[in-house]
């Protein structure tokens, strides 16, 4: 019985576990993991946090009955520590007593994820200061919550987590500030975008400071009291770093697996590592941007699941490709929804394209059908019209105004292509021109008097 | 200067009216309507007649001003009769006095649209019995409902105007009946969304009668008291005949114009319809179906904004083309939403395809995350993957969805390029597998095994 050893008992790992069974239940299959839980959702830990899913057990995708019944084998608190490819086994240390051991595989699938990065400053492994990437750290933070019941929170970085945690902490009842490096939040969104996200964020009552540079944390006995910035000091009960994440191939230094600059393997279509019996897929991977065929890191969960699945037909021996991303990605801020998919303007020039660009604002609905708002919506194209990125906020519809642009890039799709889409039309749904239309045609004009 | 005329003032026409004096200020625009109302939405009349839109006002898409503003003359209660394109002239009559007199061209746009059509049965003419096409049967409507307060509604047709109203008339107190002839609805959609928005009208309170063939309107006096059909009498205090509509092009009959079978006229992408100096846009047309290069009747107001851009634009000298529709369409019903786009398994064999369908229910939101519900993704492929049409009901995130899977038609995109799209996800919108994607992947599945 040929074996496959699974580095990671997550999205990556668990969807490629359940595919070779499925596909090859000759397969011996085990998955190893250094946390205490299998296959959760990870992007859920927000909102058991704000009480939204009552329960952090909700969070599991997988329970350990179907885990079971699927033929997996998952050994936790077990973490890998190295990779001994020559004679085909990993070297792994048991958490719970220390000791070290073999594993022998036929097979490896390194699906480690990411890891929460902190940044470079003394005091931050305070017990009041957390990061959220797993569902330890969501323990530890619920129960910080629960059992000290903090009135005042302070966020260190703008980006997903750090905006859906603003959301969940004012939830819960604490008053939040917000600290931010640079005046971008999210990666860079354009302008009239990243101005609705703060406008959302003062209307919830949380504050920001943008262009903060944290010089130190300032602490009394276990805790931090407050941040001190170049723009003034921030005291909270609570203080969550959320400055990014890195790729958790530590492990591989100095295996003949090749990690580029942020840490990431560059796996192939099939998640082949180049090491024979190596596969790679997930959060611990860069992958293939579509728009522009270069390798970028943008670990997010759907990928790591297509990854995953790509991965384990390919070790069981059915031909499948991941064809790459185009770096769709929705958030909730509040009552605001924000989508992005493509390049920015700022990526596009840097991969050599002369972006143009556009904004507009356009109902979400037909205005006369009530409930409706404004949806604003910034498209890039290069000089030929052919479409490079898009991000839109609205109080609703965003999803699918993204995903219908996601596709639309992914087809390679010019400005003009996209005016004449056959969208849905309803007026509980879109005015008779959708927004993504409004912004089309717009773009088009603007591409013809250039 | 040179003058264009527009027969009929509503979507198609107005949008052409501005587009031309947009580009060529040097054009006379003068429209013609046989209605007293110019350019208003009429897919809200459903939700003015339930109240959701207060004032029937609200629907108008452009006021009398900016029609003024624009530089288009309009002259309303007056139809156009006759088509004198020798002389290039048009017979117009006067409603208001009886008198007729002819309008000189130099471009025609023939723009009136559609008409409801009642089926051919005695008795129809009764005055609490209706149908909604146009603002003037809304009107009607409007002042039965508000002066008669009837009690009870029978719909006869179950397309998008009777489910709509079924929905309106409820919210009004009304009780309702609807009457159908076959078994199918909303032209034939899936078994399984049928009965879904079955379930969801008798979950409303909605009595519905299939496959039943009305025989007779009982008369009493002006007004109808029942339906007679051959699986027994429905009565009610007012009646809808919903049973669908036919372009307006009687005027054009002996005129050189080529109709086709189902009265429409089939202008090239250009909107110009072979015949110098006349075009033609919007509901009074058919258009080609891009997957399968066949001319289709789908009037829709979308597909009348876009073609009377294109008309105008054309008109106007700026070279501009309408390449088609994939058919894609929406409504609610009451708390569902359902959405259609491309072919259903029977078009796609009567177009010559060997279709392979799917049928997946699935998840809109993250499990965990409260409020979401279950989506039926219904989608066709032809038997080497590529995919044809798809139709999905579900309580939220139905237009975006539709919309992503017309963009996937539009771009020729196969079952395996589906599953590889890199929608949007967290928690708050979609499951990690958005219900696309689970559908591509089951329909890849049984594209295998076949």
Same sequence: chains 1, 2.
């Avoid at 003394?122 to 629960?146: T, W």
């Avoid at 790509?310 to 059915?318: D, F, P, R, T, Y």
């Avoid at 498209?379 to 999803?399: F, H, M, N, S, Y």
Wanted: charged share 25%; glycine share 12%; aromatic share 6%.
């Amino acid at each position: 019985m040929p074996r496959l050893l699974i580095v990671g008992a997550m999205a990556a790992g668990m969807s490629a576990a359940s595919k070779v069974r499925r596909l090859s239940p000759e397969w011996e299959v085990t998955a190893l993991d250094a946390g205490e839980d299998v296959s959760y959702g990870a992007c859920g830990l927000p909102y058991w946090l704000g009480g939204v899913t009552p329960s952090g057990s909700d969070l599991y995708a997988l329970t350990t009955e179907q885990i079971a019944e699927r033929g997996v084998e998952v050994l936790l608190r077990t973490r890998v520590t190295g990779l001994l490819e020559g004679r085909k086994r990993v070297e792994a240390e048991d958490l719970r007593n220390g000791r070290t051991r073999e594993e022998a595989y036929d097979a490896l699938l390194i699906a480690t994820g990411a890891r929460a990065v902190l940044p470079d400053l003394r005091g931050l492994d305070a017990e009041n200061c957390f990061s959220l990437h797993d569902f330890g750290d969501g323990r530890r933070l619920h129960r910080f919550l629960e059992e000290e019941r903090p009135r005042s929170a302070a966020i260190w970085g703008m980006g997903y987590i750090g905006l859906e945690m603003a959301e969940n902490f004012r939830a819960r009842g604490l008053t939040v500030t917000m600290v931010n490096r640079s005046s971008q939040i999210l990666g860079g969104v354009a302008e009239p975008i990243r101005d609705r996200i703060l406008d959302t964020l003062t209307d919830h009552g949380v504050a920001v400071r943008l262009q903060s540079e944290v010089r130190e944390a300032m602490r009394s006995g276990d805790r931090i009291t407050a941040l001190d910035t170049d723009r003034g000091t921030v005291n909270a009960d609570l203080f969550l770093v959320a400055t990014g994440v890195r790729p958790a191939t530590d492990f591989l230094r100095g295996s003949p697996l090749r990690i580029d600059g942020s840490g990431a393997l560059r796996p192939d279509e099939t998640c082949a590592t180049g090491v024979h019996g190596i596969w790679a897929a997930g959060d611990c991977c860069a992958v293939r941007n579509r728009i522009t065929g270069q390798w970028a890191y943008v670990p997010l969960g759907t990928t790591a699941n297509k990854m995953g699945r790509v991965a384990g037909s390919n070790i069981a021996g059915v031909r499948e490709r991941f064809p790459g991303i185009v770096a769709t990605a929705i958030m909730k801020a509040f009552d605001l929804e924000v989508g992005i998919t493509g390049l920015s303007a700022e990526d596009a020039a840097a991969a050599g394209f002369d972006p143009v660009t556009v904004d507009v604002e356009a109902s979400t609905r037909a205005e006369y059908y009530p409930g409706g708002g404004t949806a604003s919506v910034h498209l890039v194209a290069d000089g030929r019209g052919r479409l490079l990125g898009g991000q839109i906020c609205a109080p609703e519809g965003t999803k699918g105004r993204i995903d219908t642009l996601a596709a639309a890039l992914t087809a390679s799709m010019t400005a003009d292509e996209l005016a004449s889409l056959d969208l849905a039309y309803a007026p509980p749904f879109a005015p008779v021109w959708d927004p993504l239309l409004v912004a089309a045609n717009v773009l088009r004009s603007k591409l013809k008097n250039r």
